[in-house]
Every structure is written in structure tokens, then in C-alpha cells.
């Protein structure tokens, strides 16, 4: 095998592993129970939230020559740092690195060793991380050749024996729209964010080889392939176990339990560390690969003040903090704040996906606005701060019963800002010839 071969497969398994954390695992079987016969609409759903859109993710900063701030240049200035923040510290520090080491000792250490506190699988988890993170230069090697051959074995185990000897039929259920429900459900996966979040590094990681210009997207783009592939044949095992599964397991059963109890049927007393390991292997390998990202950018934003190092250490200390609430009371405050940033986040890739063919910064800023505008107010009312009449304006949008209530005016804001800075940009070339 050649070495831009070899490296391309190291590469694409690190950005498979990054993607593949604690709500990659434990969501898919949840969402396949919920389907039951449905479970291939709710495939498609998934994938799109959960692999196409994290994808195009990387492609989009790829064409922004790999920095986030160019791809949100266009927007203003300051966007990409506000942004940043929101994503980072609202979603990264304190949703997807904790509920990785929480899930970590739910599902990993806490049935093989039932006595161990939380505290205690924590502290051990980002003391891991840390010790990876430091050398921020090595990270995605380190992910691609240590942990990631490991990680994907073991899931190829559990996927393949769930497959050829499923634990029942899938059984049709009361959900009405599969597929929109899948796709809304997998915004807690954090994909989208999480691509935004690895992609520098994955592309700088490439560079760091010794690859230039055209051999940086070839690579890039092959290595992303192989990332998707292998995780449309995780995620559909998984939610198809789910989905024959429906009428084993009792309704109401938590994620992480519907996991467990599922590897435990598939593998018998080998599926109890069978999970444990592919717990462990899937959130150190994405926490190691969110918390390298979010260090970096803190240090870079505060000019070096605090260097890399120390930001990591902050990061983990963080998230120790927050991973000890547990999986449940982690999952009951994240959905509010993926609702107000993710459908944002998916315009914000799409817009970067064909960045050659927007036709100015208008288009950027007028779509960017109104899906804000919607995702914001649709939050709030979710929270209980609706503002009066709003949602029931909301509830008129076209697909919003699908949960696509910002597609419509994204499209609408794209349009209008588009015209709004043309003719903004003729009158000043009439004031100039003036």
C-alpha cells in the first residue's frame, strides 16, 4: 500500500472516530425502537443530520481553505469569534465532552464494576484526554493508528452479529414522520458542530504530512469518504438493531440502558466488555479530538495569554465538572441549546459547501438572520419563554410540522439579503460616479 494510501486511511479512521461519540452510539438504537418498521426512512433521516451534513461540514471549511473564520468572513468580522464561543462553550465544553465521560461510566465502566463512583471514571477519562490532547501537532495520527483500529473492530463485532442473528422483527409504531423525527433527533449527536469543530485540524493534519494544494482536497475528500462509509454501516446496524428490538424492550427505556440491554442479547456475557470498550475507545477518541479544537481556538483568542496547554487542562476540568451530573441530566438541557444552534450551524455549511456560486455577502448574512430569527424564537417557546403569537406564526411555515420551520425563511433571508447588498452596492457606485 502506498504511504498517501496509508495515510488517507489513518486519516479517514480518525475523522470516523472523532464523529463517532457517546450520542452516535446511544441515540441510533433509540431512534430504530421509535421507528420500528419505519427504521429505513429514519436511516435516511439520521444519515443526513448525522453523516451528510457532518461531512459537508468538513468540505465547507475545506473550501474556506481550512479556517472557520474565512468560511463565516462574508457574515462579519467578529461572527466567526461570537460564533465560536457559542459552539465551543455552549455545546463542546459543556454538552459533548461530559456526556462522553458520562457515558463512558454508564455504559463502560459501571457493569463491569458496579462499585466504582462516577467521580472516580471521570477523572480517569480526561486525565486520558489530556495526556492525548497535549500534543496538539500528533493528535489525529495518534487517534488514527492507537485507537480508532480498535474501536472499529469492535462495532463491526456488535453491528455484524446483531444483523445475521437479530433479537426479533421490527414492529410498526405511532410515529408519524420517521424520517423528520430521526433527522431532528441526531442534532444531539452534535455532528454538524463537531464537523465545524475537527475539520482544521483534520485538514492541518493533512498539511503537517507534507501534502500541498490539490493533494490536501484529494485527500481531505477521499479520507472523508471513507469516514462516511464507515459510519452509514455503524449507524445503520445500530438503528436496526433498535428497530427489531422494539417490541423486546419496555417503552421508556433510557438510551444508555436500550444499549446495554441490547449488546448484552446480541453478545451474550462477551457483549458486557464488548460495550465497555467501544464505549470507552468512541468518547475518548471524539472528546480527545473536540477538547484539542476548542483549546487551541481559546488560546488562540486570547492572544496567548493562556497557552494551549493550560486551556486544555481548563477543558478537561470543565467537563469532569459537568460529566459528573450523568448522561440524563446532561441530555434534559441540551436540547434548547441545539435547537437555537443548529439549524444556523446547517445553513452556515450549506452556504460553505457553494461558496463558489453565492453571489455576495448578502446572501450570507440575510439567510444566516432569519434562520436565526426562527430557531431562536422556536427555542424559547420550547423553554417556556414563548413571546406572544410567535409560534403560532411559526406553525404556519411551510414543513415546520417536519421541524424544518427555518428552511423557508433561510431561503427567503439568502434571497433578500442577496438584493438588499446589490442594491446597497449600486447606490455607493452611483454616489462614487457622482
Known amino acids: 500500500m502506498s504511504k498517501t494510501l496509508t495515510n488517507t486511511f489513518i486519516i479517514g479512521f480518525a475523522l470516523f472516530a472523532m464523529f463517532f461519540g457517546a450520542g452516535n452510539l446511544i441515540f441510533p438504537p433509540t431512534i430504530g425502537v421509535e421507528s420500528g418498521t419505519s427504521w429505513g426512512a429514519a436511516l435516511l433521516g439520521f444519515s443526513m443530520t448525522g453523516i451528510v451534513l457532518p461531512l459537508l461540514a468538513v468540505l465547507a471549511i475545506l473550501n474556506a481553505g481550512g479556517k472557520f473564520?474565512?468560511?463565516?468572513?462574508?457574515?462579519?468580522?467578529w461572527f466567526h469569534i461570537l460564533f465560536n464561543l457559542l459552539l465551543m462553550v455552549g455545546i463542546g465544553m459543556l454538552v459533548t465532552v461530559p456526556r462522553m465521560a458520562a457515558t463512558t461510566h454508564e455504559l463502560g465502566v459501571e457493569p463491569l464494576m458496579p462499585g466504582v463512583p462516577s467521580f472516580v471514571?471521570?477523572?480517569?477519562?480526561?486525565?486520558?484526554?489530556?495526556?492525548?490532547?497535549?500534543d496538539q501537532s500528533n493528535v489525529i495520527e495518534r487517534i488514527g493508528k492507537l485507537l480508532t483500529p480498535a474501536l472499529v473492530m469492535i462495532l463491526l463485532i456488535i453491528v455484524g452479529k446483531g444483523i445475521f442473528s437479530p433479537v426479533g422483527t421490527p414492529a410498526q409504531t405511532e410515529v408519524e414522520n420517521a424520517f423528520s423525527n430521526a433527522f431532528i433527533s441526531a442534532y444531539q449527536t452534535?455532528?454538524?458542530?463537531?464537523?465545524?469543530?475537527?475539520?482544521?485540524?483534520?485538514?492541518?493534519?493533512i498539511a503537517v504530512l507534507g501534502y500541498k494544494g490539490k493533494q490536501i482536497r484529494t485527500i481531505a475528500i477521499s479520507a472523508t469518504a471513507i469516514a462516511g462509509v464507515g459510519l452509514l454501516i455503524v449507524y445503520g446496524g445500530l438503528l436496526y438493531?433498535?428497530?427489531?428490538g422494539n417490541r423486546v424492550f419496555p417503552s421508556g427505556i433510557s438510551d444508555t440502558a436500550l444499549v446495554s440491554e441490547l449488546v448484552n442479547v446480541v453478545l451474550g456475557n462477551f457483549g458486557v466488555l464488548a460495550l465497555a470498550l467501544t464505549v470507552g475507545l468512541a468518547c475518548l477518541t471524539s472528546a480527545i479530538g473536540v477538547v484539542a479544537v476548542?483549546?487551541?481556538?481559546?488560546?488562540?483568542?486570547?492572544?496567548?495569554?493562556?497557552a494551549y496547554r493550560s486551556w486544555v487542562f481548563i477543558v478537561c476540568l470543565t467537563g469532569a465538572a459537568m460529566g459528573s451530573?450523568?448522561?440524563g441530566a446532561i441530555i434534559q438541557y441540551t436540547m434548547p441549546i441545539f435547537l437555537a444552534l443548529y439549524p444556523?450551524?446547517?445553513?452556515?455549511?450549506l452556504l460553505g459547501v457553494?461558496?463558489?456560486?453565492?453571489?455576495?455577502?448578502?446572501?450570507?448574512?440575510g439567510a444566516i438572520l432569519f434562520t436565526f430569527i426562527v430557531s431562536l424564537t422556536e427555542t424559547l417557546g420550547v423553554i417556556g419563554l414563548e413571546i406572544p403569537g410567535t409560534m403560532s406564526i411559526i406553525s404556519q411555515i411551510p414543513l415546520s410540522t417536519s421541524g424544518f420551520s427555518w428552511l423557508l425563511p433561510a431561503i427567503i433571508g439568502f434571497l433578500f439579503g442577496t438584493i438588499w447588498h446589490q442594491m446597497k452596492t449600486k447606490k455607493k457606485l452611483n454616489e462614487r460616479a457622482a
Open 69 to 77: 473564520e474565512e468560511l463565516t468572513k462574508p457574515i462579519s468580522s
Open 121 to 134: 471514571t471521570v477523572i480517569v477519562f480526561f486525565a486520558i484526554c489530556y495526556i492525548f490532547a497535549m
Open 190 to 205: 452534535g455532528d454538524v458542530i463537531t464537523g465545524i469543530f475537527v475539520a482544521p485540524i483534520f485538514i492541518a493534519a
Open 241 to 244: 438493531l433498535g428497530a427489531a
Open 294 to 306: 476548542i483549546s487551541q481556538f481559546l488560546s488562540s483568542l486570547t492572544k496567548g495569554t493562556l
Open 325 to 327: 451530573l450523568g448522561v
Open 344 to 349: 444556523v450551524a446547517i445553513v452556515l455549511v
Open 354 to 365: 457553494c461558496r463558489a456560486i453565492i453571489p455576495n455577502a448578502g446572501s450570507y448574512r
